[in-house]
C-alpha cells in the first residue's frame, strides 16, 4: 500500500491523503519524502486550483511514526539533523504551495500534524477532533514547526500548549484561529463542498497574486533562514541528548519518563 495516494476531480482540485491508517498516519521518512516530492511535481501544475490535504481512516495524523522515534532514539546528532531537515522541507513547500491549500482534518492531530495544518491556508476539522503539541512530554520539542504554529494560533496560545503538552479541541483550536471552521463529522463533504464554491469565486490568477504576497508580508527572508537554522540545530540536540532519549523511550515503553517521579501511571 503506498503511504500516500491522490486524487483529482474534474474541477482540477488535488487531494493528497495520508494513508498509514494502521498507525494513525504517523510521519515516517517515507511518507515525508512521498509528499514533498508530491508537492514539488504539483507546484508546476498551471491548471491547479486548490490543494486539500488529508488523513486515511478517520484520522488526520498522529505525528511522528514510533520506528521513527525508536531510530532518532538511539541515531546521533547527524542523523537527527538529517531527518529534521526533511521535514522541515516539508513544511516550508506546503507553507510556499502557489495555489491556496486546505488542511481537512478528523480524528486527531498530534505534534508534526500541527504544522502541516499551520502551513495551509484554510483548515477545517470535525468536531471531536483532538489537537497536541505533546513533543515536551517526550523530553522534546516541536522546534521545526513552531514558526508556523506560532503564527497561526498566536504566540501567547502557543506558550500554553508548547509548554504543557495538554490536549485542545476543535473549538478551541478554531478560537486560536488554527483552523477556520469545526463541523459535525457527518456534515463535513458538504462543509468542504461549501467552502470549495467560495473560494472558487476568486480569480485563479488572482489568488496565485494573493498567495505571493502572501509570503512576502512574513519575516526577512534572513530571518527565516536563521530562525529554520536554529530550530533544526534544536530538535537535532533534543533527540541526541539524555532527556529525549529518556523521553521517547519512556513513551515506547509505556513508562513515566524518569523527570516524574511520584506520578501516579497514566491511564
Known amino acids: 500500500m503506498d503511504s500516500l495516494s491522490e486524487t483529482r476531480s474534474p474541477t482540477d482540485v488535488v487531494t493528497l491523503t495520508l494513508n498509514r491508517p494502521e498507525v494513525r498516519n504517523a510521519l515516517n521518512a517515507a511518507l515525508v519524502q512521498e509528499l514533498a516530492a508530491r508537492l514539488e511535481t504539483l507546484a508546476h501544475d498551471p491548471s491547479l486550483r486548490l490543494l486539500i490535504l488529508r488523513g486515511a481512516g478517520g484520522t488526520f495524523c498522529s505525528g511522528a511514526d514510533l520506528a521513527t522515534m525508536r531510530a532518532m532514539a538511539d541515531a546521533g546528532p547527524e542523523e537527527n539533523l538529517a531527518e529534521a531537515q526533511r521535514l522541515l522541507s516539508l513544511i516550508e513547500r506546503l507553507n510556499r504551495f502557489p495555489v491556496p491549500t486546505m488542511a481537512v482534518i478528523e480524528g486527531a492531530a498530534f505534534g508534526g500534524a500541527l504544522g502541516l495544518i499551520a502551513a495551509c491556508d484554510l483548515a477545517m476539522a470535525t468536531s471531536g477532533t483532538r489537537f497536541a503539541l505533546s513533543e515536551v512530554r517526550l523530553g522534546l520539542i516541536p522546534a521545526l514547526i513552531s514558526p508556523y504554529v506560532a503564527r497561526a494560533m498566536g504566540h501567547r496560545q502557543l506558550r500554553r500548549y508548547m509548554l504543557t503538552g495538554e490536549l485542545f479541541d476543535a ?53 527565516e533562514v536563521r530562525l529554520a537554522d536554529e530550530t533544526i540545530r534544536l530538535i537535532a540536540e533534543l533527540r541526541a541528548g539524555p532527556e529525549g532519549r529518556e523521553g521517547l523511550l519512556a513513551f515506547l515503553e509505556k513508562r513515566r519518563p524518569a523527570w516524574r517521579p511520584g506520578h501516579p501511571p497514566e491511564r
Open 171 to 223: 473549538d478551541q483550536a478554531r478560537e486560536m484561529g488554527l483552523i477556520h471552521w469545526v463541523t459535525p463529522p457527518e456534515s463535513l463533504d458538504a462543509t468542504l463542498t461549501a467552502c470549495m464554491e467560495e473560494l472558487f469565486k476568486g480569480g485563479p490568477h488572482a489568488q496565485r497574486a494573493a498567495k505571493t504576497l502572501l509570503l512576502r508580508l512574513r519575516p526577512t527572508f534572513a530571518d
